[in-house]
């Protein structure tokens, strides 16, 4: 059996990004992915201002504590000032350029105000060059980048484009993807269950995670457990999208019709990954059409226990998705962190067992780790990635892996 990280290089050695782009507004460019580096426009700042209530002072005239200056000026917000004079000071508010000749803000705390002045401002430190003034550009600079291709984009992304001056990005299509159930024992929520039947838990979750990554999503539904049914479904599930994943029917018993299907329609590899939970998975590739030129749609086959879907998709779909959309590679997050629980049965796989932080700064397990307990997902907040034959003990290090870095 494949190693987890085997299984994953050879996905991401396929995956090739979406060339397509299109130029959005940024009120829709949320949890899209940046097609090219935008300069700013401006500097940003644009000219040296304050980051502090207070005044704008010469340090040249405020070395020793107590010293008092003549208020030349109020400059708020918005507003320029004009040149420092020796021996005064200018009232200014946070944002405010700092007027020519000052070099240096003293917050309104470190001042007051002599008795009965109106025009007389105490400085009752000795400030340091610079102190509380924000440079010209320290933040973005003109013509100089401020996101790079690749960027998914969050609301702090769009913030930095909006201070860029910018209205518009140039962004990847959206990866298309279609998803489809196989088992005759599904029904969805608020259907009658036949005698042996469950509701389909895995369209939901699946679909979940599919947009939660900004994918645009196509529910195919529930496909009979036959051949000619399932591949119906890849043809049409083929013509639209990049990719295909199903839940399901990625085993090798009679009415698993996942491999025949996809073999008669593409190519296909079948796996066995040396994962708990989630052993079974299958990936490859359908025709789009009988013309080669047409291309491909990739093809994933997820197992049909809930909880080995859903560790699946995080382990595997959601990094090929995330390089279909050409984003920027970064390390997945992941933490040493203490377990408290004791995990003593090793398996021969790599597991990954459903924890919570507790209050006590360590995890504890959920006690059913079944790959069809799906509720253990849904108390947890991260997975423990355990190594082969690895027991755990109360009070090891555990490397802990958040489902928040999972679903973004």
Excluded at 109 to 125: A, K, L, M, T
Excluded at 195 to 218: E, H, K, M, Q, V
Excluded at 315 to 320: G, N, S
């Amino acid at each position: 059996m494949l190693t987890t990280q085997q299984a994953l290089d050879h996905l991401l050695g396929h995956a090739l990004p979406v060339n397509e782009s299109e130029k959005v507004t940024m009120q829709e460019a949320l949890g899209r992915v940046l097609a090219q580096s935008v300069n700013s426009l401006v500097d940003v700042p644009p000219l040296d201002n304050t980051s502090m209530d207070g005044y704008a002072v010469r340090t040249a005239d405020t070395q020793t504590p107590g010293s008092v200056l003549r208020i030349a000026q109020r400059i708020p917000a918005g507003s320029v000032g004009t040149t420092l004079e020796p021996g005064t000071a200018a009232r200014i508010f946070t944002g405010a350029p700092i007027p020519p000749g000052a070099d240096a803000v003293v917050m309104q705390e470190d001042c007051s105000i002599p008795e009965g002045s109106v025009d007389q401002v105490q400085v009752n430190i000795a400030p340091s060059q610079g102190q509380w003034i924000r440079r010209k550009g320290e933040d973005l600079n003109a013509n100089k980048p401020a996101l790079l291709a690749g960027a998914f984009l969050r609301p702090q992304e769009l913030g930095v484009a909006a201070s860029a001056g910018l209205t518009h990005l140039q962004v990847k299509r959206r990866v298309k993807v279609a998803a489809f159930f196989t088992g005759d024992e599904l029904a969805l929520p608020g259907e009658p269950l036949k005698p042996g039947g469950i509701y389909n838990s895995n369209r939901d979750t699946l679909l979940a995670c599919l947009r939660s990554l900004g994918c645009d999503a196509t529910d195919l539904g529930i496909v009979p457990d036959r051949l000619d049914a399932t591949r119906q479904a890849l043809r049409k599930a083929s013509k639209d999208h990049d990719l295909i994943i199903t839940s399901g029917g990625v085993s090798v018993g009679e009415e698993d019709h996942i491999k025949p299907a996809v073999t008669a329609e593409g190519r296909l590899d079948l796996w066995q990954i040396a994962i708990k939970p989630g052993k079974p998975l299958a990936f490859g590739a359908v025709r789009k059409s009988e013309s080669p030129a047409d291309g491909e749609a990739w093809f994933i086959g997820l197992p049909g226990n809930p909880a080995s879907s859903f560790v699946t998709f995080l382990l595997f779909v959601r990094p090929f998705i995330l390089k279909l959309q050409g984003r920027e590679e970064k390390l997945l997050q992941s933490y040493w962190m203490r377990a408290d629980f004791d995990w003593l049965k090793a398996d021969r796989r790599n597991e990954f067992l459903r924890v919570k932080m507790n209050a006590q700064g360590g995890l504890d397990l959920f006690p059913n780790q079944s790959s069809g307990v799906l509720t253990s997902a849904s108390w947890g907040d991260g997975l423990v990635d355990c190594p082969p034959n690895q027991p755990i003990k109360a009070g090891d290090l555990v490397k802990y892996i958040p489902f928040d870095a999972l679903l973004k």
